[in-house]
Nanobody, 127 residues
Framework: QVQMAESGGGSVQAGGSLRLSCGIS????????MSWFRQAPGKEREGVAA????????WYTDSVKGRFTISQDDAKNTLYLQMNSLKPEDTAMYYC????????????????????WGQGTQVTVSS
C-alpha cells in the first residue's frame, strides 16, 4: 500500500508563489507516474501536472504551463509542485496521486489512471 500526504497549501495574493509537497510512504518503488490534481468548488477534479518516475518526463495542463513545475526527490520520497505567478483561478484543493500502472500519454492527467491519493491541501489565491 502507498500512503501520500500533501502540505504547503495556503493563501497568497495573485502573482505570488507556493510550493506544495507530497510525502510518499509504502511501496514507493512500484509507482510509475505521480501527479498533481486540483478541484475547485463546483468543478470536476482536473489533472495539473504529471511526472514519469523513471526518467523525469513531465506533462502539464495548458493553463499552468510556464507557471507550475512538478519535480521529485527520490531520496526523500517527496513529490513537489512549484507554483509561480498564481492567479485567482488557481484556487482549489490540490491532491497528489500515484499509480504503479503504465498509462498512455493522453491519459497521464486523467484521474482514472491513478490508484493512490492524498487528502489534499487548500490553495487560495486572492486578487
Amino acid at each position: 500500500q502507498v500512503q501520500m500526504a500533501e502540505s504547503g497549501g495556503g493563501s497568497v495574493q495573485a502573482g505570488g508563489s507556493l510550493r506544495l509537497s507530497c510525502g510518499i510512504s509504502g511501496y514507493t518503488f512500484r509507482n510509475k507516474f505521480m501527479s498533481w490534481f486540483r478541484q475547485a468548488p463546483g468543478k470536476e477534479r482536473e489533472g495539473v501536472a504529471a511526472i514519469d518516475r523513471a526518467d523525469g518526463s513531465t506533462w502539464y495542463t495548458d493553463s499552468v504551463k510556464g507557471r507550475f513545475t512538478i519535480s521529485q526527490d527520490d531520496a526523500k520520497n517527496t513529490l513537489y509542485l512549484q507554483m509561480n505567478s498564481l492567479k485567482p483561478e488557481d484556487t482549489a484543493m490540490y491532491y497528489c496521486a500515484a499509480t504503479p500502472r503504465w498509462a498512455p500519454t493522453r491519459l497521464r492527467l486523467n484521474q482514472s489512471e491513478y490508484d493512490y491519493w492524498g487528502q489534499g491541501t487548500q490553495v487560495t489565491v486572492s486578487s
